[in-house]
């Protein structure tokens, strides 16, 4: 066995007017598990996010808007982009695990 976190964005496609078939009040796996004829998804490349319990994203910032550069510049950019991101999640971690010894006692 083995496993992967995929990123995505998806959208529900029906008319706002109208109630969801699935009864759901948001996005989530029941319209993925249910194949909900209204789902549709892209790819979420050059995204850092926070999930809730349901691996639904609640904060979340990706690579684009202002921090677009030239076409010429953008493989650097990307690059950059995911180093800050690396390093960020990594001090993340060290900053809770030393928070977490301190709650313990």
């Keep these: 066995m ?3 976190h995929i990123l995505i964005e998806a959208y529900c496609m029906r008319d706002v007017e109208c109630e969801c078939p699935l009864k759901n009040d948001r996005i989530c796996l029941d319209c993925f598990d249910k194949q909900c004829r209204y789902l549709s998804f892209t790819e979420a490349p050059n995204e ?7 691996g639904v994203s609640v904060y979340n ?3 684009g808007g202002d921090m677009e550069t030239t076409e010429e510049q953008r493989e650097n950019a990307l690059k950059l982009w995911e180093k800050i991101c690396r390093t960020k999640i990594d ?3 060290a900053e ?3 928070e977490k010894k301190i709650f313990r006692h």
């Design 2 to 4: 083995f496993y992967n």
């Design 48 to 54: 850092i996010t926070v999930t809730d319990k349901e």
């Design 61 to 63: 910032i990706g690579f």
């Design 91 to 93: 001090e993340a971690y």
């Design 96 to 98: 809770y695990i030393k």
